[in-house]
Each structure stands twice: as C-alpha cells, then as structure tokens.
C-alpha cells in the first residue's frame, strides 16, 4: 500500500496482485468460464475508526475524486475537533 501526497491530503492505493483485498471487498471483476481477472474500479472512503463511509463503483473515473471529496468534506466538517 502507499500513499500520494498532495498538498494537505494523502491518498491511499494499493496493488494487490494475490487478489487479497480484491476477495475481502468482493470487488473482483469477473469474466464467464475465466473467472476473477481484476478489480472493479471502486473508490470508498473510510473512517480513521476503519468504517467504511462510501464505496463508489464505476468503470468511468471521471467522478470518482468529485464524488469521495464530498464525503470527505462533509466528514471533516462533521467532525471538526
């Protein structure tokens, strides 16, 4: 796992070649007859208590960042310290 840095943020991705994660989130992608051949293209959000607060699933990217920001906003805002 490893982490982008951007500006204030730190954005999690990860690989996962022996499809661990892929089966735990049950976001494999399969293919008749061949089966599991990669992941669905999902984003969640999850707390720091590790619950998850949205999954977004889409082949398009194109609203993934929009859409997980907005949670992570409204998060942040909820729980101003």
Not at 12 to 23: C, E, G, L, R, W
Not at 36 to 56: C, H, Q, W
């Amino acid at each position: 796992m490893c982490c982008l840095h951007s500006g204030r943020s730190a954005f999690v991705f990860a690989a996962d070649p022996s499809f661990s994660v892929i089966k735990a989130y049950d976001s494999a992608f399969n293919i008749p007859v061949v089966g599991a051949a990669f992941a669905n293209r999902i984003s969640y959000v999850i707390s720091p208590e590790g619950k998850i607060l949205y999954a977004y699933s889409d082949s398009n990217a194109e609203k993934h960042i929009e859409n997980t920001l907005a949670v992570v906003r409204k998060w942040r805002v909820e729980h101003k310290s």
